[in-house]
């Protein structure tokens, strides 16, 4: 499985970006896909989940901001990041679930991609 994130740059505080994922060997039809994010010095954070069925999940602080949204014939991913803040800044990561269904902690994920980063100055 590789996953190749793309869409990440530089905006000013209440910017928007449209991050994408885009699977190779792997279908997004079976398994659940998530968003995580890490800045410097802190833990990784689950910012949003789809399970395969298409249910969500969001992050209390992207609540309203972000939508996660996919295409399984077209194996890829999106996160519409909208009203972003400077506390947004992070390398944001797509992961690939274990099973069909899964929240926004790390350990159900197994497959990730190299990271794209994001970067709000105010």
């Known amino acids: 499985v590789q996953l190749v994130e793309s869409g990440g740059g530089s905006v000013q505080a209440g910017g928007s970006l449209r991050l994408s994922c885009q699977a190779f060997g792997y279908t997004y039809s079976s398994y659940c896909m998530g968003w995580f994010r890490q800045a410097p010095g802190k833990e990784r954070e689950g910012v949003a989940a789809i399970d395969s069925d298409g249910t969500l999940s969001y992050a209390d602080s992207v609540k309203g901001r972000v939508t996660i949204s996919k295409n399984d014939n077209r194996n890829t991913l999106w996160l519409q990041l909208n009203s972003l803040k400077p506390e947004d800044t992070a390398t944001y990561y797509c992961?690939?679930?274990?099973?069909?269904?899964?929240?926004?902690?790390?350990?159900?994920?197994?497959?990730w991609g190299q990271g794209t980063q994001v970067t709000v100055s105010s």
């Open positions: 992961a690939a679930g274990r099973t069909w269904r899964c929240g926004r902690g790390p350990d159900e994920y197994n497959s």
